[in-house]
């Protein structure tokens, strides 16, 4: 570990023992998922900055509609992040963005009553067995009335086992929460059944982030995730306010932080603002970069950094490559309107070295001092 590594990890604590303070005395979720396959080992994770980690993902067999377990890793998960924080609450989330024929599979499974029942009674017994307290749903996405049916009769299906497998065993239930889209710009609100959500589901996260990206829009510079829209329609603030229009209480939704982000390729590296000219993607064929790649072109590429607070997004700019991420700015400001709107709290798609609370809050405590 370098000096500047040291020093990051020295500011780490001091902001997350500020952060956890002010944070109690609202939130009750600071969540974080972790991929088993991100080269991130749950052993480093610093659970003591979480009250809910999800293990993610949990695949679903387009044959027996089982979910099942990708690595041994998913059986060790709950244990190891409770080394360093024994009250943690750890989630097997199953489905995930993963997987072009994932969203069919899961149309197909919550069609019939039989495979339906082999999917519950799959993730109830994988749960149990591998220590998790919840399970989460990341069905990526619902898309027609049947799919909002079907969903309504699964979670209904759902929680009925759940509370049944509790009685038999005289443990406490499982929580029960789901992922799901963000925005109308993301995936249909309609097509999720609000009056089985509410009562058959303990809190959403609402994945507010890949709103603009530049598979999608390959000729301009976009913010990805950005928590107002002002020359436009789709933010995650349009996002939350549809899903409490819905009849979804804002406390039981957390706000989604996306741990990544995205690069265009600038037309021309002297137009390089926001809807700036662009051809497509850089870095990658999608243009998706996380964080610690972009950090990492930070540190080497010497960037123009840029904090845009319409938008509440940061940006960073070389030769012509533009990138668009979160920072610690905006996601300051995202954990500001998440409290002030009411919501239960917060969760990050995925989980990085350093802990949420410090990278969200750092420039938060700055401005304060």
């Known amino acids: 570990m370098g000096i500047k590594k040291i020093a990051i990890a020295s500011f780490t ?12 005395a609202w939130g009750q979720v ?19 900055l979480y009250t ?119 443990r406490a239930p499982l929580l029960l929460t789901a992922a799901v889209a963000g925005s109308n710009q993301i995936s249909s609100l309609q097509y999720y059944p609000i009056a089985a959500i509410n009562d058959y589901t303990d809190w959403l996260n609402l994945m507010v982030y890949d709103l603009f990206i530049p598979e999608q829009y390959r000729s301009s510079t976009q913010p990805p995730a950005p928590l107002y829209n002002p020359g436009g329609v789709f933010s995650a603030d349009e996002g939350v306010s549809s899903w409490i229009g819905l009849g979804i209480a804002a406390n039981r939704l957390t706000f989604g932080l996306p741990f990544y982000g995205y690069a265009w390729n600038l037309v021309n590296p002297n137009n390089n603002g926001l809807f700036a000219p662009a051809a497509g993607p850089a870095q990658s064929s999608t243009g998706s970069m996380t964080y610690r790649q972009i950090r990492d072109f930070i540190n080497n590429q010497r960037p123009q950094q840029v904090y845009h607070s319409a938008y509440v997004t940061n940006y960073c700019y070389s030769g012509n490559t533009w990138i668009g991420y979160d920072d610690t700015q905006s996601v300051s400001a995202k954990i500001i309107y ?22 969200a809050e750092s420039n938060r405590v700055q401005l304060r001092g």
């Open 52 to 170: 809910h980690l999800y293990c993610a993902f949990a695949a679903l067999d387009a044959n027996t509609f089982q979910a099942t377990l990708p690595s041994n890793v998913f059986s060790t998960f709950t244990q190891t992040v409770k080394r360093r924080n024994p009250n943690v609450n750890t989630f097997l989330s199953v489905g995930g963005g993963f997987g072009g024929n994932l969203s069919l599979h899961f149309s197909a499974m919550a069609s019939q009553s039989s495979t339906r029942k082999a999917f519950i009674d799959s993730t109830i017994q994988l749960a149990r067995s591998n220590g998790f307290g919840g399970v989460d749903l990341d069905w990526e996405y619902p898309s027609s009335d049947a799919d909002r049916n079907n969903l309504a009769l699964l979670l209904q299906e759902w929680q009925a086992a759940n509370q049944e497998d509790s009685r038999n065993t005289g």
């Open 338 to 359: 998440a409290k002030g709107r009411g919501m239960v709290g917060y969760f990050s798609w995925q989980l990085i070295i350093l802990g949420i609370a410090a990278y």
């Open 30 to 48: 600071k969540g974080g998922y972790w991929y088993y396959d991100s080269g991130v080992d749950a052993s480093s994770i610093d659970s003591s």
């Open 13 to 24: 604590t001091i902001v997350v023992l500020l952060f956890q303070q002010s944070w109690l």
